[in-house]
C-alpha cells in the first residue's frame, strides 16, 4: 500500500525538529548558525525543505558564494536542481533503471517511500526511507568548526534494508559549484561573461579547486586569483577514507539538459567514460563524486564530502592527509554539535515543560546571532570584552539584508543599530564584564540632533598610543616582529585581521591567544565602525534605556557615576544631517509630506576624512577642535 505524502510536525525529546514528507510541506526557509568557534572560520550556510536542503553557502557575504546566495522564491525552485544530488543507477538488468533520492517527481510516485527532514540547533539531516527500492538514504550536514578554512561537512549513507544483494552505481554531489571570484552582481547580471573567467585547478589531486583565473575588471593590470572553493569526496573503505575524482564538467553528466534535470551521459554511459573529454575552464563547474557497490543485506555504503574555501593550492594539499581521515571527520561532527550545546546552556533553564526549556536555548542562540556573545578575554594585565558570532539577520526570505561574517578567527558580523542594541539589552546578566561598554557604544553613536546611523559593522582597534601597544607586544612577540606588528595597528584592525596577520609571518604568540588579545586590546583605541546605510532611526530610544537599567540592576551602586561623573561620553559625527523642519515637509497632490530628509553635506564629509583619529566625534572649535566629552545625563537630556 502506498504511504501517504501528508506533512506531518514533531518535536523529538532532544530537540530536534522533524517534518515528514517535508517535500511536501509548507515551503519555508533557515540558516545554519555560522558559528565556527573562536579559532574557527564560519561560512553562511541557507537552507530549505525541498530537495537535499542545502541552497546557499559561501563566506563573508553574499559576494563570495559556494553555492549562489538565493532568495527564498528562487531557492524553492532551484534547491532540488541546483542543490546536492544524489543519483542512483542500479544494475543486473538489460535495462538499468534510474533513481534519484530526496525529490518529489511524478515518475515516482507510486513508489514506496517516506521522506522525513531533522533539523537541530547545529546540524540538518535527511531521510528517505524507500521501501519499493529496499533502500535507506541519509545525509547529514554541519559545518567545519575550529579549523585553518571555511567548510561544509555532508555524509551521504546508502543502507540496504532488502534482504537480497543491491548493485549500484552512483554520482554524489553538487551539479554547480560557484568558482571564487564571481561575485553576486556578476552571476545576477553578467553571468555568462564572468563564466569565461573561471577555471579548475588542482584536479590531479583528486581535490579540485574552483576559482577565477584572474579578478574580472576592466584595468589595465592583471590580478591573478589564488584563493579558492573546494570540493573533496571520501568513500569509506576498510575502515579507511579514500578520495574519489569527481566530475567537475556537468556537460559530462547531464549532456544537452542544461537545466541539470536529467543526468543523461550517467545514465547512458559508464563510470570511465564520464572523465573523458573534460573542460576545466570558461564553464562553471560541477562537482559530483562516482562509486560503485555492492551492498548486502543490512549493509550500508558511505561517501562524505567537504565542500570550503581555502587560501591556496598549497594549502589545501597540505590539508588533505588531515581532513580526509575518518578520526577527523568524527571529531568535528562532536565538536560542532558540543560548540553549539556549550554556548546555549548560558541560558539553560529546567521547567515542568521541556518545550520552554529547549525555546529559550534555542532563543538565547538566536539572540547571540543577531547581538553576539560578550565573550571576555582576559589578559595578565587587563581583559577586554569583545562580541563574537554577531551578524545581521541574512534569512532569504529577507534579502535586501546585506549580511556580512568576517571569515577569520574572533569573527564578527555587521548588523542593524536597533538590532544589535535590542539583542544587547541583557549582556550583563550573562557577563558582567561587560560593564558599561554597550552604554557607550550606542549613547556614543546618537548624534547632536538625536538621530543614530542604521549600521553597525565590526569593532575596530587602532594603536594611539605606542607605548603601551608596545610594551604589551614585547611580551608576547619576538623583538624583531615588535615594529612590524606596530606598523600594521596604526590603520585600525580587527582581532582576526591581527591574528592573520601573524599568522602570514609565521608567528607563533609566547603565551594564548586569548591573553595577547585581552593585553593588547585593552591599549589600543576601540572604534565603533558604522555605515549611515538606508537611513536613520530613532524610533528604538527605549532600547537605551534598557541598556542603562540593566547596568544599574547589575551595579547599583554606579548610578551617580554613570550619570555625572564618568565624562567619556561623545556624539556621534556624520557627513548626513537631517534637513530643518521647514525644508524637509512639503505639499504633495495636496497632502503635506516629509521628503529628502536628509541631507550628505560635502564640506563636513570632508572634514571628517581629514582626522586621524577620533574621525566620527563630535569637535569642539567648529569641527577643528578636540572631541567634546560629556556626562551621560547631558546625553540622555
Partial sequence: MKKSTHPTYDLSENGEFIIENYNSAKPFSSFFPGIAGKMG?????????????????????????????????????????????????????????????????????QQNKSQRMIISPSHLVLVEDNHSLGLTFTVKYHTVPEDEYAGLIRTLHIENTAKKDISLEGLDGLPLVIPYGLNNFALKHIRRLTEAFVEVTNYNQSAPLFKGKVEPADRPEVVHIKKGNFYIGLEQYDGENRLLKPIVDPKRIFGPHTDYAYPANFIDSNIDDLYKGQVFENRLPSAMSPFQTTLKAGQTYTLTSIIGHIESRETLNGFLPTITTADYLLNKKRLSQTMIDTLTRKNLIVSEEPLLDLYTRQNFLDNVLRGGFPYTLQGKQALSVLHLYSRKHGDLERDYNDYRITPTNYSQGNGSYRDVNQNRRSDLFFNPDVKSDNLEHFYNLIQLDGFNPLVIKEIRYRALDTESVTDILMNYLPENQVNPTLSFLAESRTPGEVLEFLHQRELSLHENTDMFLGDLLAVCHKIHDTDHGEGYWSDHWAYNLDLLENYLAVYPEQLQYILFEKQSFTFHDSPYQVRARDDKYVIWDDNPMQLESVHFDDQKDAQIKERDHHANSVRTLNGEGDVYQTFLIIKLL
Avoid: H
Fill in 41 to 109: 572560520i564560519p561560512m553562511w550556510v541557507f537552507y530549505v525543505n525541498r530537495g537535499q536542503g542545502i541552497c546557499s553557502m559561501g563566506i563573508q557575504d553574499k559576494d563570495k558564494p559556494i553555492m549562489e546566495f538565493l532568495p527564498a522564491n528562487w531557492a524553492y525552485q532551484l534547491a532540488p536542481s541546483q542543490g546536492f544530488r544524489t543519483f542512483i543507477k542500479f544494475s543486473g538488468s538489460s535495462e538499468p533503471s534510474f533513481y534519484e533520492p530526496f525529490q518529489n517527481n511524478y515518475r515516482d510516485a
